[in-house]
């Protein structure tokens, strides 16, 4: 027992959340880890189609496009990132992969003002972390836009949302925590 009557190992258990840090389009994105598969370079992945990997088919995924940003191609710092969610499995190619960040959930701030619309479902919030602020993924619209990629085969394909610009310019400016 401690000095202040609470025994070793009885501290508090605390949310604890993961997320893997990307950038595309010199914009960083936060994905929950739970979906992480796995990561590939270009070379490694020797396909811009679906990639089949330990016996799982990974259908690609342009998220550049689904968030209305420039795709930059390949550079040396490029990866491809396996994610899976309820059997939907996907490639999504990035410009850079800046680590993995574990923090308590009541670190994810809320979206600025300036997300008033659709957005609010895309986006989980900002992450704030070691290098800057990332803004988190809503995993279901992140799987959901493998599932409209799939859609285009049968003709059922919604267009892609634009990213509102507001909100980059806001992280840019530094939002107040």
Not at 43 to 52: C, I, Q
Not at 63 to 69: M, N, Q, V, W
Not at 81 to 91: K, T
Not at 157 to 177: E, I, N
């Amino acid at each position: 027992m401690s000095l202040r009557g609470h025994n070793r190992g009885d501290a508090a258990h605390v949310p604890v959340e993961r997320y893997l840090i990307v950038s595309i389009d010199a914009r960083r994105f936060a994905l929950s880890a739970d979906l992480i598969q796995g990561l590939l370079t270009p070379e490694e992945s020797r396909s811009s189609g679906t990639l089949s990997v330990q016996g799982r088919d990974y259908a690609p995924l342009n998220l550049a496009a689904r968030l209305g940003l420039a795709d930059s191609g390949d550079g040396p710092e490029s990866r491809i990132v396996l994610v899976a969610r309820a059997g939907v499995c996907a490639c999504i190619r990035v410009e850079q992969v800046h680590g993995l960040v574990e923090l308590e959930r009541s670190h994810v701030r809320p979206l600025p003002d300036q997300f008033r619309g659709d957005e609010r479902a895309w986006y989980t919030g900002l992450i704030l972390f070691d290098e800057g602020v990332a803004v988190g993924l809503n995993s279901d619209w992140l799987v959901g836009g493998v599932m409209q990629v799939l859609g285009a085969v049968t003709g059922h394909v919604q267009h892609p949302p634009h990213l509102a610009q507001v909100g980059f310019d806001g992280m840019r400016k530094g939002l107040p925590c």
